[in-house]
């Protein structure tokens, strides 16, 4: 999307997710590419929980099943029957009573639900990784209560990909985990895929992974608690793995913060992910807080808009909702600082005109807010907004940037977690695109229009303001001077002010 175009049409979309383990509503605010949710409830009915010993679903999972569908019905009176999607996957898919339990969901509740294939259940997470991080590449895996879906995710979109039964219900939750029974299933699953779909990234989907990753940051005293998109390498994912299986659910249940819903499918959730890393030869597990529900909501949107990046459309949707702006001053702040900015050195190589473009955005979110406080509100915002399509390290740096954008104290909010993330280069251009943001605002009153009469530029070790003839009273006053100055500073760069 570009700086100058309007704000993305908003609409309102609702999906209902049946699977093996949760029945769930997610009630979505869709702004373009950005996916915002509004509302989100589950009912833990596990469905698939008998399925490895009886092969019908659980009778009282189906009971509660149903009482949660009433009251989402309930919760969605007055929709169009086109803004709300319903599915179900592998345990209605595979139980020898899924299609009695999907034309009753029909029958008594109305609700159109659609059993997916294994194919479209793999095809629609994949969908998701990229819908929340376009750049994704290497393999997308989806753990479900019954299945685990892998696609290879490609330039063009995901791939064909397999379903394949390896969900902790499959392999025998919620017994006790039998390690060497489920490994040996595990194995003889991937064994015959191994060569096809060896890669060294995977993309990590469902509840069960994220609470691995969630321990990980636990186990690490890792400071930014945002699953999507957090990273383990190789060696780190393999040492909780194992960590995991071998604890049993009363040592699992004396970690805090972990979900407590997960206690008996955590150990089968990790004893499949090390099969993963050791058969497929995987380096590196990004967490993906998005996955089936939002890859249908992808799906069904126009392949133009599908396109659009989802990190630019997330920054100008939170900040049109609270900043003041409706554009004009973003748009020419963008304008005005990447003619100057491009000429230093890459801190986050391809992705620094993208990051740019995105903190040009976020420049008036903090407009609504007080002026004692907006600085580390906005940093705040930034930080854990949900806004995907960027790493932890870029979150970061946008809410770094936001509160330099607004404020040139030393004493930044959560440092420690900025230290820890950040490298001291991208601290520091994360201070000095934020300074930028800020001279140019002060400098032309928030009035974007007048920045086209001043100009900034960097040559060899100066800095240099530049107005344009007849506006050289734009560069008067202290403020102006002092919001150059910490630019300059920023940039260890001398500041020259000249008018033509």
């Known amino acids: 999307m570009s700086p100058h175009e309007a704000r993305p049409e908003s609409r309102q979309a609702a999906v209902i997710d049946v699977g093996s383990n949760s029945v769930r509503l997610v009630i979505y605010r869709l702004e373009g590419r950005a996916i915002w949710t ?9 469905l698939g929980r ?11 999972g189906v009971e509660i099943a149903l009482s949660a569908l009433r009251r989402f019905r309930a919760i969605l009176q007055g929709w169009e029957p086109h803004e709300v999607v319903a599915v179900a996957t592998a345990a209605v898919r595979e139980a020898e009573d899924g299609p009695d339990f999907a034309e009753r969901v029909r029958r008594e509740l109305g609700l159109p639900l659609r059993v997916l294939s294994g194919e479209e259940e793999a095809y629609f997470a994949a969908a998701g990784v990229q819908a929340g991080h376009p750049g994704a590449r290497g393999l997308a895996g989806d753990l479900g209560g019954s299945s685990l879906e892998l696609v290879r995710l490609g330039h063009d979109g995901p791939e064909p990909g397999v379903t394949l039964p390896l969900g902790p219900f499959a392999l025998g939750a919620p017994r006790p985990l039998a390690v060497d029974d489920a490994r040996r299933l595990i194995d003889s699953s991937l064994d015959p895929l191994a060569d096809g779909l060896n890669c060294a990234e995977f993309h990590a989907v469902g509840g069960a992974w994220r609470n691995l990753g969630l321990l990980h940051m636990i186990m690490t005293d890792y400071p930014l608690r945002v699953a999507h998109q957090y990273e383990m390498s190789r060696s780190e994912a393999l040492d909780l793995s194992r960590f995991v299986v071998r604890q049993s659910r009363t ?8 979900s407590k819903k997960r206690y008996e499918t955590l150990p089968y959730a990790a004893l499949v992910l090390e099969s993963l890393i050791e058969r497929l030869g995987l380096e590196r597990i990004v967490i993906s807080a998005f996955g089936l529900r939002e890859g249908l909501l992808w799906h069904g949107m126009d392949e133009a808009v599908r396109r659009r990046d989802p990190l630019l459309e997330g920054c100008v949707a939170m900040s049109a909702m609270r900043g003041l702006s409706a554009g004009d001053l973003t748009s020419a702040l963008h304008a005005w600082v990447t003619p100057a900015l491009r000429v230093l050195p890459p801190v986050f190589e391809d992705r620094d005109p993208l990051l740019i473009a995105a903190a040009c955005r976020l420049a008036d979110l903090g407009g609504r807010l007080h ?8 940093f705040a915002q930034v930080l854990r907004a949900p806004i995907a399509g960027m790493s932890h390290a870029e979150r970061c740096f946008l809410a770094l940037t936001t509160f330099a954008r607004h404020s040139a104290s030393s004493n930044i909010p959560e440092s420690a977690t900025i230290m820890r993330v950040l490298s001291a280069e991208r601290r520091g251009r994360a201070r000095a695109l934020g300074a930028a943001l800020r001279l140019g605002a002060d400098l032309s009153g928030r009035n974007g229009q007048l920045l086209s009469e001043a100009r900034l530029e960097i040559d060899g070790p100066v800095l240099r303001l530049t107005a344009a003839a007849g506006w050289s009273d734009l560069l008067l006053g202290e403020q102006t001077r002092k919001r150059a100055a ?13 008018a033509l």
Do not use: C, F, Q, W
């Open 38 to 46: 509004v509302y989100n409830e589950k009912a833990l009915a596990g």
């Open 50 to 60: 008998e399925m490895a010993d009886t092969g019908r679903l659980a009778a009282d």
């Open 251 to 258: 040592s699992l249940e004396r970690i805090e913060g972990l």
């Open 371 to 378: 002026p004692d406080h907006r600085a580390e509100l906005a």
């Open 486 to 498: 910490t630019l300059a500073a920023a940039l260890k760069l001398k500041l020259e002010l000249d």
